[in-house]
């Protein structure tokens, strides 16, 4: 017999399935009942549900079966982890998929970034369902490492592995109809293609959804979640590191739409996936909130996989992947036991799955081209008589707003003002070394000293820096080219504290736990300068983030994201 026909011999109990999952309260996300029932698997595929004899059996116990958990969008390089280490940080915690959009490895590294995501998709215990990035860059207001074309996108998008289109960053190139942007939502044909519109309502709404746009997970309001929920989109609760929404659009949830609800983390930190779990923790959250259990893990799991089209995956029935979850408890929910393909990988927060080799990671090193850069190519020139736009943060937001103030002038230059918490920013382009420097000032970090640096910006990458003076922001930015890339804070000239991350600039080649003390320390470093933020090298690394409202800074100048123009640093005073 061929594979099939052995499944289907299991499926029909003529021959003993693989494994029998046994004594388990099957969590049927599909029906929305709990009930009784065997779980053959078959080579590592659900056989059947019923009384079914196996050559292993696996007595669950009276514990609650379910699907594994998927995890909507995500960035798996904001994680600063190898597909390795992400898997063995959010594996324990039950996360059976992910949903992941590589764009920040290929505005670095182009083609080979993605094909890098493809490759470790297949070795790791869990899936990888991979949406082809559609904007490197993001916008033609940064400059990048690479540029991918519609036709690239085309060729991709045709592959084993490719779930759809990624976000379409450049929304306002959407509604308005551009043919760039229309091609790269064409080569979509037939697979999702996922949205990325903060702030966006009314008719260019319309016209975002009516050009094939049908998801989004900027959503930071109820309302617009509910306009954009009522105009057919699927809506990602996103609970990241920077960007907490979820608590936001609970209350929008009910029995009969949380079928368009998936969970997503976007962007999250090693720090707070060891302390707060993955999509584990939408669920906790989720039905402290309220949310009925069944219909909270519904939403981390089935809904994912019919958004996405993901056939074989998001729920116990005949067909799909063997992957679940064993947890004692719907109320207070915390993952026992993971299963992978039929196979334990992982019980009681422990990683059980092992690795045959070490993966040969050189050919995604050396990204650090930056051109001639010496001191003063930081100042900021006083023009006189004028004001300076400033960025002011949003807690626990990425959106920014803009503000306008007299700037602090000393000896013909615009310089930091700590007084009132006006710090310098720079992004440096640091893939062509062409030279690229833009400069702006941000409110919100409360630095009394020294400066942070960073070569995690999204979304092309290049090194960002904020600070009180012009020299640390110079000897933190040339610490990132001594590195090979990674994050630093630098007091007095002198470096307080690092994180190298050598794989494209964004990623360590060190394990989960070393790269979490490692944030830790970075984060405690800022902290002794007087940074004010929970998670200051996330905050940072958003402030390059050009589609995102209202002002941000690229190596390209100050953008105004709303305009989607770049815009002068300084205003005529008034």
């Known amino acids: ?207 975002y959804i009516m050009a094939g746009v049908r998801s989004d997970h900027e959503c930071t309001t109820l309302e617009e979640a509910r306009e954009k929920l009522r105009r057919g989109m699927h809506i990602l609760l996103r609970e990241g590191t920077a960007e907490r929404n979820l608590h936001d659009l609970l209350p929008l949830i009910t029995k009969d739409n949380a079928a368009q609800f998936s969970f997503a983390t976007d962007d999250k930190h090693p720090a707070d996936l060891e302390d707060e779990g993955h999509i584990d923790h939408h669920v906790r959250e989720a039905i402290r909130f309220g949310i009925d259990p069944m219909t909270a893990l519904q939403i981390a799991s089935i809904n994912s996989a019919r958004h996405y089209r993901l056939q074989h995956d998001g729920a116990i029935a005949p067909g799909r992947w063997a992957n679940f979850i064993i ?66 943060l949003v807690p626990g937001q990425i959106i920014t707003t803009a503000a306008t103030e007299t700037p602090l002038r000393k000896n013909g230059l615009i310089t930091a003002d700590t007084s009132r918490d006006i710090l310098k920013l720079a992004v440096i382009e640091r893939h062509h070394a062409t030279g690229n420097i833009g400069k702006g000032f941000v409110r919100g970090f409360g630095l009394q000293h020294g400066a942070l640096a960073s070569t995690v910006a999204h979304d092309a990458h290049n090194i960002i820096v904020v600070g009180t003076n012009d020299r640390d922001m110079y000897m933190a930015a040339l610490e990132l080219v001594r590195m090979g890339g990674g994050q630093c804070v630098v007091r007095d000239a002198r470096v307080v504290e690092e994180l190298p991350l050598p794989i494209a600039g964004l990623v360590s080649d060190q394990p989960l736990h070393h790269v979490r003390q490692k944030v830790d320390d970075l984060i405690k470093a800022a902290q002794g300068l007087g940074c004010t933020l929970p998670d200051p090298f996330m905050t940072l690394s958003f402030l390059a983030l050009s589609p995102i409202p209202a002002l941000k800074v690229t190596d390209q100048g100050l953008v105004d994201a709303e305009a989607f123009e770049l815009t002068s640093l300084f205003t005529v005073a008034q």
Not at 88 to 115: C, K, M, Q, S
Not at 329 to 344: A, E, K, M, Q, T
Not at 365 to 373: A, L, R, S
């Open 327 to 392: 947890f004692d408890d719907l109320n207070d929910f915390r993952v026992r036991d993971v299963y992978y393909h039929g196979n334990l990988v992982a019980r009681d927060g422990e990683m059980l799955h092992r690795y045959d080799d070490a993966p040969d990671l050189s050919s995604m090193t050396d990204t650090m081209h930056v051109g001639e850069f010496e001191l003063e190519h930081l100042y900021v020139y006083d023009v006189p008589h004028s004001d300076i736009k400033v960025i002011d």
């Open 1 to 207: 017999m061929n594979d099939m026909q052995q499944k289907l011999a299991a499926a029909r109990g003529e021959i003993p399935a693989d494994v029998v999952f046994r004594n388990a309260r099957i969590v049927n996300v599909l029906s929305g009942e709990i009930h009784d029932g065997d779980v053959a698997v078959m080579e590592g595929m659900i056989a059947g549900i019923g009384a079914y004899e196996g050559k292993t059996v696996i007595d669950c116990g009276g514990s609650f079966l379910a699907p594994g958990l998927i995890d909507g969008h995500i960035h798996l390089e904001s994680t600063m982890l190898t597909a390795r280490e992400f898997a063995r940080a959010v594996v324990p915690h039950g996360t059976a998929g992910a949903v992941v959009d590589p764009h920040e490895f290929a505005n670095v590294l182009g083609l080979a970034g993605i094909d890098y995501v493809l490759d470790a998709a297949a070795e790791l215990p869990l899936e990888l369902f991979v949406m082809m990035p559609s904007c490197v860059p993001a916008t033609h207001l940064e400059s990048s490492g690479a540029r991918i074309t519609p036709v690239e996108i085309l060729e991709y998008v045709r592959k084993d592995g490719i779930a759809g289109v990624a976000e379409l960053m450049n929304f306002p190139g959407v509604f308005l109809g551009m043919d760039s942007e229309l091609a790269k939502i064409d080569t979509a044909k037939g697979k999702a293609v996922d949205g990325h519109s903060p702030g966006l309502v009314g008719p260019n709404l319309n016209a």
